[in-house]
């Protein structure tokens, strides 16, 4: 039987998440939301903290831009194809709602005595006001390349590297490659950035 404050969080993915994004055309999986659009995806994720317990939940909010050619040239190790539910984790961008209000680390706690009301209205704030807004900025392969080059994103340190050289965006590409190997000391991460190098033609 689920606690008082286990049913308060559902209530918050239903109520908070849900009724926005299903119209939009979100699908929902367990506490993910994801959009798959022409040339990029769009996910949500809601994360518990792992140190939280039945009676006292705490919880942020995880934001990727999913793009299938970064995907099948970093995480396609089987060949299977693009996944139809990919995770935020195997996105190139990735965005926490604090970073996305300018704030520190925002986590949200949920216990027994937590007006649900007054927290799913943030949620929808975050939403209506920060994360869809931020989502319209990138929709696109054309818009998602123009937000690389203009801003520090959290990713893996390969991720423009390999999105310029997939894109065929060389003299980017280039940049990247020449700087990854300046600045890494790990014997076995230069390899990696060598290889990539190699592919894409920029060791020469």
């Not at 999105?163 to 980017?172: F, S």
């Not at 230069?190 to 020469?204: F, S």
Request: proline fraction near 4%.
């Amino acid at each position: 039987m689920k606690t008082v404050s286990e049913l308060k969080f559902d209530k918050l993915i239903k109520d908070g998440f849900q009724e926005i994004l299903k119209p939009l055309g979100f699908r929902k999986k367990a506490n993910n939301f994801y959009l798959k659009l022409e040339t990029v995806g769009q996910i949500i994720n809601v994360q518990k903290n792992s140190f939280g317990n039945k009676d006292s939940i705490s919880f942020t909010i995880n934001t990727g831009i999913f793009v299938p050619e970064y995907w099948l040239a970093f995480y396609n190790y089987s060949d299977k194809g693009l996944p139809d539910y990919p995770t935020e984790p195997e996105c190139l961008i990735r965005k926490r709602i604090g970073y996305l209000r300018n704030q520190h680390d925002a986590w949200y706690d949920i216990k027994e005595q937590t007006d649900e009301q007054q927290l799913i209205s943030e949620m929808k704030k975050n939403l209506t006001d920060y994360i869809l807004p931020y989502f319209d900025r990138l929709n696109s392969t054309e818009k998602m390349l123009q937000e690389l080059d203009k801003a520090d994103m959290m990713m893996t340190p390969l991720g423009k590297l390999i999105i310029y050289g997939e894109l065929k965006q060389l003299d980017k590409a280039k940049r990247e490659y020449e700087g990854l190997l300046n600045n890494r000391i790990n014997p076995q991460f230069l390899l990696t950035v060598k290889d990539y190098g190699q592919k894409y033609g920029l060791d020469k």
